[in-house]
């Protein structure tokens, strides 16, 4: 009776496990569903946010902050799962923000053609330049793409024809933009418009990684020689992930436009590809939601560490702390070797760690039990043993015991003989 008891327990425990399991699986859902009601709401984070979640302000932040967690997820997919390091994916999300903001003022076309036009300009460019640079493997591709992203930021700076605006950048005229995207009191459909981008390039990520492609880039990540001797050709898989993740860059530009009202030359430097590269490492390369962390934490970090360093408390320190951390730089380095130095593999392997360390701790909790009883417990949880377990063994497994060691025996005597 007490046998079918503890079975009973145990299935139902094990059907309850399942069922939170299932129930796990849909938190991206609520997640997003929770980032997408934000705007309404009107509750106060003091230390992360300025004000209230709704405000203005706040839904700037948070904008910026899903931009550049969407970016990291489409440069992961170039550095974590096809092994390429590219320093010049600036290149392309510069690309789509000043073509579109060309095509607006230049041409006079709404903002929904030049965006297109923006989007088909930066993949384009991405299929030229990837064409180019991926003749080339390793470090060589890595300096080829950095040479590429430094001659386009001496162009923009160069201003030609008065169409970049050169170092100050060019602001869109906000009669060019739909009016449900400009001033203050929309800012929430700008949030909206990002947390669909992030959704998009989340998207898109997990569905090419898990097609056959998506195999492929996973083969060529751990081993493109052995890739070309099943008979692929790796060279036009990696030419696709660069186009991929060139125009998910592309589109963030565009959206970057809209959150910032015009291009700005930074996005053009090799710092711009620096900082996804930091954030890519900081979540955890080649994981699903790793880059997005990451890039969410750096991108608030660089806007808030900039008002701990310019606080009061920093400015009565002595000089040999305050020079310091009066820099955000600073600050925002020693944050990411932190987590580095904690978490070799990100912020995404900290649930593993977690669960690691519950396992240990049950296990050192449980003790190494007694050898008999221990058995004899596993099988009346697994509903086929028939002992009651503490120690107890039952007369069939006695039987079956006693039996083998005199075979034993008779095995011996017959050598011995």
Same mark, same amino acid.
């Given at each position: &009776? ?15 496990? @399942?069922?939170?399991? *299932? $129930? ?7 997640? !997003? ?7 309404? %709401? ?12 709704? @405000?203005?302000? @706040? ?35 510069? +690309? ?41 493997? %390793? ?8 040479? !590429? ?13 008065? !169409? ?36 998009? =390039?989340?998207?898109?990520? /997990? ?13 060529? *990540? ?43 030359? /930074?996005? =053009? ?22 880059? &997005?962390?990451?890039?969410? $934490? ?5 806007? *808030? ?5 310019? @606080? ?37 392997? $900290? ?50 015991? +006693? ?10 005597? *017959?050598?011995?003989?």
């Amino acid at each position: &009776m007490s046998t079918v008891t503890g079975t009973g327990a145990a299935l139902a425990a094990g059907a309850e496990r @399942s069922a939170a399991r *299932r $129930l796990l699986r849909w938190w991206p859902v609520g997640l !997003f569903v929770l980032l997408f009601v934000l705007p309404y %709401g009107a509750i106060e984070v003091p230390g992360l946010l300025d004000g209230p979640v709704g @405000s203005p302000g @706040s839904l700037q932040l948070l904008a910026l902050c899903l931009l550049f967690g969407a970016l990291a997820t489409g440069y992961d997919l170039l550095l974590g799962r096809t092994g390429l390091l590219s320093f010049g994916h600036a290149l392309y999300f510069a +690309a789509g923000s000043y073509a579109t903001n060309t095509m607006m003022q230049e041409a006079g076309l709404s903002f929904g053609l030049s965006a297109v036009l923006g989007l088909v300009f930066g993949i384009a460019l991405a299929v030229l330049l990837g064409s180019v640079a991926l003749r080339v493997t %390793g470090i060589a591709f890595s300096m080829v793409t950095l040479a !590429f992203a430094q001659a386009a930021s001496i162009l923009v700076a160069r201003d030609p024809g008065g !169409f970049t605006g050169g170092e100050e950048g060019r602001a869109v005229a906000a009669d060019l933009l739909p009016s449900a995207l400009v001033g203050i009191e929309n800012t929430a459909n700008l949030y909206w418009i990002t947390l669909a981008f992030l959704a998009l =390039t989340l998207a898109v990520v /997990h569905w090419t990684t898990h097609s056959p492609t998506g195999r492929v880039w996973e083969g060529i *990540r751990e081993n493109e020689r052995r890739v070309e001797v099943l008979g692929l050709r790796p060279y036009g898989f990696k030419l696709l992930a660069f186009t991929v993740a060139s125009a998910l860059a592309a589109l963030g530009g565009i959206v970057h436009l809209l959150l910032t009202g015009g291009s700005t030359p /930074h996005t =053009t430097s090799s710092e711009f590809t620096l900082s996804l590269l930091v954030m890519v490492v900081l979540g955890g390369s080649g994981t699903r939601w790793g880059p &997005m962390l990451g890039g969410v $934490l750096y991108t608030w970090a660089d806007q *808030r560490l900039g008002d701990v360093a310019g @606080s009061a408390a920093v400015a009565d320190l002595p000089a040999v702390l305050r020079v310091p951390l009066s820099q955000p730089l600073f600050l925002l380095g020693v944050l990411f070797v932190v987590i580095v130095g904690v978490l070799p593999g990100g912020l995404a392997a $900290l649930p593993g760690r977690v669960r690691a360390a519950r396992a240990a701790r049950r296990g050192a909790d449980a003790g190494p039990g007694d050898g008999d009883g221990g058995r004899g417990e596993e099988s009346d949880a697994d509903g086929s043993g028939s002992g009651t377990g503490g120690g107890r063994t039952a007369p069939a497994v006695r039987h079956s015991r +006693a039996s083998a060691a005199s075979a034993d025996a008779d095995v011996k005597e *017959r050598q011995s003989s």
